[in-house]
Nanobody
């Protein structure tokens, strides 16, 4: 049974940092690409960043380039999203998603950027 559990969200001031983690289980983690998405109230879910199965290639949405970094630890079945220089418009629920066949999502973690 595929499980993805996000953690690390919270309230942070503009300019601050957060590190999100996604713990994966129930599948061969090192064989799948992983992604982070986000969904703000009233908006569609959007891709934030992705990483290939071996971690060798990453991609980012333009609105987070230079501020966010996606990484993974295949020994620990973890994918992380380091978020720096946070802006109020980064406020959203952040989800991790497994690549490949099927739509496997975590339950999400709330990130609120506000003074």
């Amino acid at each position: 049974q595929v499980q993805l559990v996000e953690s690390g969200g919270g309230l942070v001031q503009p300019g601050g940092s957060l590190r999100l983690s996604c713990a994966a289980s129930g599948f061969f983690f090192s064989r799948y690409s992983m992604s982070w998405y986000r969904q703000a109230p009233g908006k569609e879910r959007e891709l934030v960043a992705g990483i290939t199965s071996d971690g060798g290639i990453t991609n980012y949405a333009d609105f987070v380039k230079g501020r966010f970094t996606i990484s993974r630890d295949n020994a620990k079945n973890l994918v992380a999203l380091q978020m720096n220089s946070l802006k109020p418009e980064d406020t959203a629920v952040y989800y991790c998603k497994r690549g490949g066949l099927g739509a496997y999502w975590g339950q999400g973690t709330q990130v609120t950027v506000s003074s």
